[in-house]
C-alpha cells in the first residue's frame, strides 16, 4: 500500500524525534511492502521565520490532501513575546480547526519496564494503569471569543469564552464510547457542572449519548477531584472523555505518572481518515538540538498513525512491540533513566527501535 504523509517537523526537538519517527515508518514500510512518501511542510516557529505565517496557507492545502500528517512540536522562547495570531502555537490550533480534527487521544499506559520512572507509589501502580483521554480538540476556551480590552474603570481586562454546542458535546462523547466499547467498557466523562454553564451542557449532552450505550458503564466526575483521583487511585480510569483546556491539563498529569511526557502519543482524527499524530510533549527548547530527547511519543504517534490512519494494526503492533523490546532490554534516554540502565540518545534510540522492527 501507498501512503502520502504530510510531515511537521516544527521547533525545538521537533525535527529530530521526527527523524526517528520517520526512521520507523521506513523500517514498517521495508517489511511489510508498503510505501510512505513523506511532504515535509513548515508549521508554527520556523514558519514564522520563513513565511511570517504561522501556517501558511500551503500547508494546510498540503495537509488536506495527504493520508495522514504527522506533527513533531511546535514554539519556543523565541517567539513567545508575538502576539496570540503570531505565535506557533496558533499554527497548531489552526491546522485542528482546518482539519476538523475534533477527536484528540492520548492513551497513558504504565509499561512495566518504565514502573520504576513512575513518581507513584507501587501499591497504587500495582492495581495497572492503562486509560485513555479523549479531549475536545476544537471547541472550549481555546476557540471561543477572545478579547483583550479597556474596561470602563480603566482595567486591562482580558476574557477567553468557553463556549460549547450540544453537536460538539455528542459526537466527542460517541467517540468516547465506541473506544471504552474496544476497551474496558468504562467511560468518566470530567467536567466542572458545579460552576460551569458550558459544564452542566456537556453533563446533560452526556447522559443521553451515555443512554445509547446501555452496555458501558458511565459516570461524571469533577475535574478538580479527577485531577486527585488521577494520582490516588488512576486504575479506576479507563476511558475519560473531556473538554479540550481540562483535556490538556489532565493529560499532561496522565502522562507523568506513567513515567515521562516524553512517552505518550496522541491521535487527532475527525470525521473521515484524514489524522493528525503528534506526541502530547512540547518542543523542549532546553534540550533541542543535542540529541538528547525521547523520540518514543513520536515513535508511538507513528503506530498510532499505522493503526487509526491506515488500517494497519499488525504493522501498528510491531512498532509498539519494538518500542517494549528497547525498553525491556535496558535502554534509556535521560528523561526516563534510571540505574542499572544504558542511556542512550535519541538517535540511538530509534536505531534500536528500528532494529527491532
Ligand atoms: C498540547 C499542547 C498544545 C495544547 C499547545 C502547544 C497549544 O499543550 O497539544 O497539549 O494546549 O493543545
Ligand atoms: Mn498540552
Request: glycine letters at 10%; charged letters at 25%; proline letters at 4%.
Amino acid at each position: 500500500m501507498t501512503k502520502n504523509i504530510a510531515v511537521i517537523k516544527g521547533d525545538g526537538i521537533g525535527p529530530e524525534i521526527i527523524e526517528e519517527a520517520v526512521k520507523i515508518l521506513n523500517a514498517v514500510g521495508e517489511k511489510f511492502g508498503h510505501g510512505f512518501n513523506y511532504t515535509y511542510v513548515l508549521m508554527g516557529g520556523i514558519a514564522i521565520d520563513e513565511t511570517g505565517d504561522p501556517l501558511p496557507k500551503e500547508t494546510v492545502e498540503k495537509c488536506l490532501s495527504s493520508d495522514s500528517v504527522l506533527l513533531g512540536a511546535v514554539g519556543g522562547p523565541k517567539w513567545d513575546k508575538g502576539e496570540g495570531s503570531k505565535r506557533p502555537e496558533a499554527g497548531l490550533l489552526g491546522i485542528r480547526s482546518a482539519l476538523k480534527l475534533f477527536a484528540n487521544i492520548r492513551p497513558a499506559k504504565l509499561l512495566k519496564p518504565l514502573a520504576s520512572a513512575c513518581p507513584l507509589k507501587t501499591e497504587i501502580t500495582d492495581k495497572g494503569l492503562d486509560l485513555v483521554i479523549v479531549r475536545e480538540l476544537i471547541g472550549g476556551a481555546y476557540f471561543g471569543e477572545k478579547r483583550t480590552y479597556t474596561d470602563e474603570k480603566g482595567h486591562k481586562t482580558a476574557s477567553d469564552l468557553m463556549k460549547y454546542s450540544d453537536y460538539e458535546i455528542e459526537r466527542i462523547c460517541r467517540v468516547a464510547f465506541e473506544m471504552a466499547k474496544k476497551r474496558r467498557n468504562k467511560v468518566t466523562s470530567i467536567d466542572k457542572a458545579n460552576v460551569l454553564d458550558s459544564s452542566r451542557l456537556w453533563r446533560e449532552v452526556s447522559h443521553k449519548i451515555a443512554s445509547e450505550y446501555p452496555e458501558v458503564g458511565f459516570s461524571d466526575m469533577l475535574v478538580d477531584n479527577a485531577a486527585m483521583q488521577l494520582v490516588r487511585d488512576p486504575a479506576q480510569f479507563d476511558v475519560i472523555v473531556t473538554e479540550n483546556l481540562f483535556g490538556d491539563i489532565l493529560s499532561d498529569e496522565a502522562s507523568m505518572i506513567t513515567g515521562s511526557l516524553g512517552m505518550i502519543p496522541s491521535a487527532s482524527l475527525g470525521e473521515g481518515t484524514l489524522g493528525l499524530y503528534e506526541p502530547i510533549h512540547g518542543s523542549a527548547p532546553d534540550i533541542a538540538g543535542q540529541n538528547k530527547a525521547n523520540p518514543i511519543a513520536a515513535i508511538l504517534s507513528a503506530a498510532m498513525m499505522l493503526r487509526y490512519g491506515f488500517d494497519m494494526a499488525e504493522e501498528a503492533d510491531t512498532v509498539e512491540k519494538a518500542v517494549d523490546r528497547a525498553l525491556d532490554e535496558g535502554f534509556r534516554t535521560g528523561d526516563i533513566m534510571s540505574e542499572g540502565k544504558r542511556l542512550v540518545s535519541c538517535s540511538e534510540m530509534g536505531d534500536k527501535i528500528a532494529s527491532f522492527i
